[in-house]
């Protein structure tokens, strides 16, 4: 049972990290196999994600969303727009994957449903910040022909881990040390980037 258990929690945490990359194609991903296969099958709380209308607004706001963020200046106005939306869209799916797996037999987890949403709130927020704080570099540094190319491979990134999270679940860790791997990258140049313009300051505040 413990076992499980672990499967259904890496499950949420991999569908909420695919969250803060892009809100809507893990919601898209778990709505469409719920609908139509029995890999995810979704308590009642949350069928709504298996209604067609709805499958129609997330897949309408995902054509948007690829658009949209990869557009440099817009791009940025985008991810402050989504800085509400995929934390609650990581919450929406590890929460209600958790419920509909094995935590669901689970009595604490019963008496605690608020514990999923915390997790999974928490964990796109995460990487939504650090994906939101690294564009406006990337923009920068590539005078905006970068933004294409990283937003496509947080695009794929965020299908691929979705779909590892949900049939490959045990994989979910060795998948976030891969994504790990370039965002330790970027958050290393940011530093050495803040630390050039803070030395540049000094240089200049000094009288010649």
Not at 30 to 50: H, Q, S
Not at 64 to 82: F, G, R, S, T
């Amino acid at each position: 049972m413990e076992g499980c258990e672990m499967l259904a929690a890496l499950t949420g945490l991999g569908l909420s990290t695919a969250a803060g990359l892009n809100a809507y194609i893990p919601l898209l991903v778990v709505g469409l196999l719920a609908n139509f296969t029995d890999r995810v099958r979704l308590p009642g709380d949350y069928a709504w994600l298996t209604n067609g209308w709805v499958l129609a607004v997330i897949a309408v706001l995902l054509l948007a969303e690829i658009v949209l963020d990869k557009v440099p200046v817009v791009d940025h106005v985008n991810d402050m727009i989504q800085t509400a939306v995929r934390p609650a869209a990581g919450g929406v799916v590890f929460s209600a994957t958790q419920a509909a797996s094995q935590f669901d037999h689970s009595a604490w987890m019963a008496d605690n449903p608020w514990v999923g949403w915390v997790l999974g709130i928490g964990v796109a927020l995460a990487v939504h910040v650090m994906k939101s704080t690294a564009r406006p570099v990337v923009n920068a540094t590539t005078v905006g022909a970068g933004a294409p190319v990283v937003s496509t491979v947080e695009d794929a990134g965020a299908l691929g881990m979705s779909l590892v999270a949900v049939f490959f679940p045990a994989l979910v860790v060795l998948a976030l040390i891969l994504l790990a791997i370039p965002a330790f990258f970027v958050l290393r140049a940011l530093r050495r980037r803040r630390a050039r313009r803070k030395a540049r300051l000094t240089q200049a505040s000094q009288p010649s």
